[in-house]
């Protein structure tokens, strides 16, 4: 098993899309959480998009701990 895989939090597929709703959940945060990380610049969603979604691999980042 890939060493990698096992720190990441689970349930987070890097390369997979997520709606504002499943990214706080995944993340344990409020919704208005990531709007305020998204709106402070911590956090960025996916661009060409009216909806929040956000790209797994910016999760992991958030998740780690890792500024942006």
Request: one cysteine or more.
């Amino acid at each position: 098993m890939d060493t990698a895989q096992n720190s990441t939090p689970t349930g987070i597929d890097p390369l997979a899309v997520y709606t504002i709703r499943e990214s706080a959940q995944l993340l344990r945060v409020s919704v208005r959480k990531l709007r305020d990380l998204e709106a402070d610049g911590a956090m960025r969603r996916c661009p060409h998009t009216r909806n929040m979604l956000f790209l797994g691999e910016e999760l992991l980042r958030v998740a780690r701990g890792e500024a942006r």
